[in-house]
C-alpha cells in the first residue's frame, strides 16, 4: 500500500512539472537540445593524419606525465628518504602520505627550478612563437635534463647500461641517448638514497637498543619497547631540528 502510494505521488510530481514547463513554453517555442555526433571519418588529408597522431602522442604524454616526473627529476630520492624517516621515528601514518608527497612534490620544483627554466628560455618559448619545429624543440628540452640526470649518475651505473645497450660506445655526454641515461639515473637515485635512509636509521635504532636493555634490565618484558621509546624520538628529532637538518641535506645533495 505504501509502496503504490508513493508511485501516485512521483506521478504526481512529473506531471505537475510537465503542466509548468508548458506554461513557461508555448508550442512554438522549442527547448533547444545539443546535437552530439560521434563518428570516424577518412583522412584523406595528410595534415589531417599528421594532426591525429599528435593529439595521440600528447594523450600518452600527459598519461605517462606522472612516471616521468618520478623518474627524471630528484622526486624519487626524496620521497623515499622522507618515507625511511617517517618509518625510523616509528610514526605510523604521521605525517600522512599526502603530506609526504606534497612535500617532496615543493622541494623537487626547488630542485629543478633552474632546470626547467632553461627548458622553458631555450626550448618551449621558441616552439610557442614557432621558432622551432617540434622535433628541434624536443631535442633542446631534453638537453638540460639529460645533463641534470648526468650529474647525479654514477659512471657505474652508467657504464652497464651503456655496455648492454647495442649503441656504440659514445665519444662523449652528448652522444648518450636518454633511454640510457634514465634507468642508470634511477638506480643511482636509489642508491643515494638508502644511503641517507640508513644514516637517519642509525640514532632512532641506537635509542630503540638503549630503551630495550633498560626494560630488559628492569624486567619489563612484556612492555613494547617502541612504545617507550617514541617520546624518547619526537623529543630527539625536535631538538636537533630533524627537519631542518633532513631536508637541508636533501638539497645539498643535489648541488
Known sequence: MKHNLRKIILCAFVTLGLFMVSGFFSESEAIPLPNVTLGFE??????????????????????LAPAILIMTTSFARIIIVLSFLRQAMGTQQTPPTQILIGLALFLTMFVMGPVWKEINEGALKPYMEEQLGQFEALKLAEIPIKRFMLNHTREK???????LSEDKSPESADDISIQTVVPAFIISELKTAFQIGFLIYIPFLILDMVVASI?????????????????????????????????????KSFS
Open 42 to 63: 577518412d583522412a584523406d588529408d595528410p595534415e589531417k593524419v599528421s594532426s591525429a597522431l599528435q593529439i595521440l602522442v600528447l594523450l600518452t604524454i600527459l598519461t
Open 157 to 163: 651505473d652508467l657504464s652497464l647500461f651503456i655496455n
Open 215 to 251: 626494560l630488559l634490565s628492569m624486567g619489563m618484558m612484556m612492555l613494547p619497547p617502541v612504545l617507550i621509546s617514541l617520546p624518547f624520538k619526537l623529543m630527539l628529532f625536535v631538538m636537533v631540528d630533524g627537519w631542518y637538518l633532513t631536508v637541508g641535506s636533501l638539497m
